[in-house]
């Protein structure tokens, strides 16, 4: 896998930017506070199911289907939710995956072609987030290598959760900072995982 370089310097999204990136009806910000719980083991199983129904709606389409984020690092603090990341040809072409993953139950909520041509679709309950990138995209292989990196060095997991942790409790209604307070620490973490 090769290595992509360092993501820029967090910063939160403008509540104008929040918005347009919403797909449909729902809040472009979040309605209940943030909340980082301890880690379940029951989260691996969660996601074997949704790869699941996302490789029978896809088929061959689904070109690398990968539990990312906090719930797929044993050990680790994380909000209740599912990440997925999803590669498909195209992500533009939204016509060639979403129809199949809709039947499947899973709704388009998120839409940044400015930013690897990101897609978003949750599930029903929305515990799960379905991130849609391309190929060879460098997000993606940030979160992988993190991923990795996380489970086999417990010191940086460790730091990782008590900075969610603290930063939720900072901004229990804001994923914009949220995701922009952790930044500083994902960043150095996957510095030390050898990105430059």
Known sequence: MRLP??????????????AQRVVGDRPAEVT???T???YDPGWPAAYAREESRIRSALGTRALAVEHVGSTAVPGL???DRIDIDLIVADPADEDEYVPPLA?????LRTREPHWYE??????????????????DCDEYL????FRDWLRTHPKDRDRYASCKIEVAAEHP????????????????ILRRAGLR
């Not at 799960?128 to 990138?133: A, D, I, Q, T």
């Not at 209604?173 to 150095?188: E, I, N, R, T």
Request: glycine residues 6%; charged residues 10%; positive net charge.
């Open 173 to 188: 209604l804001s994923m914009a900072h949220y995701v922009a307070g952790k930044g500083k620490v994902v960043v150095d």
């Open 5 to 18: 370089p360092l993501p820029p310097p967090p910063t939160p999204l403008t509540p104008e930017q929040m």
């Open 103 to 107: 039947a499947a139950g899973y709704v």
């Open 36 to 38: 980082v719980s301890p």
């Open 77 to 79: 603090a994380a909000k």
């Open 142 to 145: 940030r979160h992988v290598i």
């Open 118 to 135: 990101h897609r978003c679709l949750w599930n029903s309950d929305h515990s799960v987030n379905l991130h849609v990138f391309g190929p």
């Open 32 to 34: 209940a506070p943030i």
